[in-house]
């Protein structure tokens, strides 16, 4: 499902984010992203999402040499990725049901069908009773879980998300990666950038680890 083969990414000023950086993500497979601040996650997942181009080597996404996509097909490109971020990204002048419908908005969905992809995600992730609340009424743990209902109410084939419990406690942490194991049985790629050491090493899944952006774990697929 994402494959990169010795990609690297230097920017104009000099710095090399990632260097000679190799793996394969199969579909369905949910994957922890770590490393120090600064390891190169973030870039990574720009390059995933085309916010950023490799300056070197090659990144396949279901088939589709990422080098082949143009500006024009970015959009559609991205709609096929969810991405769940830390701080949530709310709109807090807005009702829960109105956060998780604007990306289908924006994709001109008939509002019928916002309507039951809306409920349906928010169903997901056991927050259908607070359509009509305001973001600003949730605690922490459900704010993160709208986020989550935003980012596959599009029903993407990928779901990207940045450090998405590091503002939660232990007990809301894994109850978000639960969700995250939940998706992933369901036919969606899963990739989470964590520092989370203690929690992700008791899931079971692969790490890819990355240092001074350079792989250092995580070659198999």
């Known amino acids: 499902m994402i494959s990169f083969e010795r990609v690297s990414k230097r920017y104009a000023e000099g710095f ?3 260097r ?3 793996f394969t993500i199969e579909k369905d497979e ?20 085309l916010m950023e181009r490799p300056t070197r080597g090659e990144i396949t996404i279901d088939g589709k040499n990422l080098q082949s996509v143009g500006a024009r097909a970015i959009p559609k490109h991205r709609r ?7 701080n949530h990204q709310l709109l807090f002048d807005r009702t829960v049901f109105d956060n998780v419908a604007l990306p289908l908005v924006i994709g001109g969905y008939d509002h019928r069908e916002v309507g039951r992809r809306v409920r349906a995600s928010l169903d997901k992730v056991g927050l259908l009773a607070r359509e009509r609340s305001m973001p600003i009424t949730l605690s922490g743990g459900e704010q993160q879980r709208v986020g989550i209902a935003r980012a596959v109410v599009g029903r993407p ?16 942490s894994a ?4 969700l995250f194991e939940e998706f ?12 989370d050491l203690a929690l992700i090493s008791r899931l079971h899944h692969r790490i890819v680890t990355l240092r001074e952006g350079r792989l250092v774990t995580g070659t198999a697929s």
């Not at 109850?175 to 639960?178: C, D, R, S, W």
């Open 16 to 18: 090399d984010a990632l």
């Open 30 to 49: 949910l994957v922890f992203l770590t490393g120090h601040s600064g390891a190169g996650k973030s870039t990574l997942m720009r390059l995933i999402m």
């Open 80 to 86: 096929e990725i969810g991405v769940v971020f830390q």
């Open 20 to 22: 000679d950086i190799s």
């Open 175 to 178: 109850e978000i990666m639960t």
């Open 157 to 172: 084939k990928i779901l990207l998300a940045d450090e998405p419990t590091g503002n939660l406690d232990p007990a809301l």
């Open 184 to 195: 992933s049985r369901v036919g969606v790629t899963v990739l989470i950038a964590s520092h």
